[in-house]
């Protein structure tokens, strides 16, 4: 029994003195959490997937999608989610188009306006409709403005129509996003005045006081030495 008893105290010993933490204070320590990821380790790895994107509709292209959609879906960080849309912006698939449309839903303003900046970035004259919805229903102006914007970067007819729209608001800064985004898609020269460019949206030929004020906007132009 005394022998028993010996080598069992022999061997909690050698078993004590090959760790670094005694064994009671080892009892208390809770295991570290390697899983937990922050917001900011999320978006890096979303950020990742830019250099994968090839610009060309392949089934590769679409499962990285299909990850960033799931990913989009539970993910309650909104800057999470702005760093997804920017980068979905970089696909050319279905599913990508469709995930930059729902997230002008979306509860954040500023998920809403990368969401914006993202479908005028890529051009594609199927979301002219979306992005003149946005114009009429989205409450918050930035996001409204960013829309106009957007639509100054889509080389469509319907997007003349949209940005009339805006050029008929009340409020100064969609009016000037509106004639902004007019001589970018429309490459003319007619000055700044709103109802000028109202007209050419509208298809309608501007009225001789118009191409005055365009006239002398244009010899004011070419005055200034800068």
């Known amino acids: 029994m005394i022998l028993r008893l010996s080598l069992l105290f022999a061997s909690l010993a050698l078993f004590v003195g090959c760790q670094t933490t005694p064994w009671p204070l080892r009892l208390l320590q809770r295991p570290e959490r390697t899983t937990y990821r922050t917001a900011e380790m999320r978006m890096d790895a979303v950020r990742e997937f830019r250099a ?22 539970v993910e309650p960080d909104p800057l999470v ?45 199927a979301a002219v409709p979306v992005l003149a919805r946005a114009i009429n229903a989205e409450q918050d102006l930035q996001v409204r403005v960013a829309a106009v914007e957007a639509l100054g970067r889509i080389n469509s007819p319907d997007a003349y129509t949209a940005l009339a729209v805006a050029m008929e608001d009340r409020n100064p800064a969609m009016q ?30 501007p009225t001789r006081k118009a191409e005055e004020e365009i006239s002398i906007a244009r010899r004011i132009r070419g005055l200034t030495p800068f």
């Open 176 to 205: 000037y996003a509106g004639v902004e985004s007019m001589k970018q898609i429309s490459g003319k020269d007619l000055g700044n005045d709103v109802s000028t460019w109202l007209q050419y949206a509208r298809g309608e030929t």
């Open 81 to 125: 989610r702005e760093a997804i849309v920017d980068t979905i912006a970089e696909f050319r698939t279905p599913l990508a188009a469709q995930v930059l449309e729902a997230g002008l839903s979306d509860e954040d303003l500023h998920v809403r306006r990368h969401c914006c900046q993202a479908l005028g970035k890529r051009g594609d004259p």
């Open 52 to 73: 994968k994107s090839t610009g060309v509709d392949t089934p590769e292209q679409r499962e990285i999608v299909n990850q960033l959609a799931r990913q989009i879906q």
